[in-house]
């Protein structure tokens, strides 16, 4: 069982930087590829990045590459999402989210490879 908690979003103006946080309990963090996902108001999650166990593999939706970065530190059993030019169609609710793989390089991009979520942190952004 892994419980995830996110932090760090709020309320931002379009163009700043803003950094989350998803704190992982448990001792076996490393086993698990993690990933971001967002929700908008009626609208499915959808895909945001993803980081393998190792941390050597990442992978990020079309409209955040350039933009957002994830890093993981499995020392300290956190994953980030830093989040820079925010713009307004970013505004929504983010989810942290933990895969169990036996591959230490693969990166999952879909929401029905994870196994446990966190309940979510709302970044809104004002143009």
């Known amino acids: 069982q892994v419980q995830l908690v996110e932090s760090g979003g709020g309320l931002v103006q379009a163009g700043v930087s803003l950094r989350l946080s998803c704190a992982a309990s448990?001792?076996?963090?490393?086993?698990?590829?993690m990933g971001w996902f967002r929700q908008f108001p009626g609208k499915e999650r959808e895909f945001v990045a993803a980081?393998?166990?190792?941390?050597?593999?990442?992978a990020y939706a079309d409209s955040v590459k350039g933009r957002f970065t994830i890093s993981r530190d499995n020392a300290k059993n956190t994953v980030s999402l830093q989040m820079n030019t925010l713009k307004p169609e970013d505004t929504a609710v983010y989810y942290c989210?933990?895969?169990?793989?036996?591959?230490?390089?693969?990166?999952?991009?879909?929401?029905?490879?994870?196994?446990?979520w966190g309940q979510g942190t709302q970044v809104t952004v004002s143009s």
């Open positions: 980081i393998s166990r190792s941390g050597g593999g990442t």
């Open positions: 989210a933990a895969g169990r793989t036996q591959s230490t390089a693969v990166v999952i991009n879909t929401p029905g490879g994870y196994d446990y």
């Open positions: 448990g001792r076996t963090f490393s086993s698990y590829a």
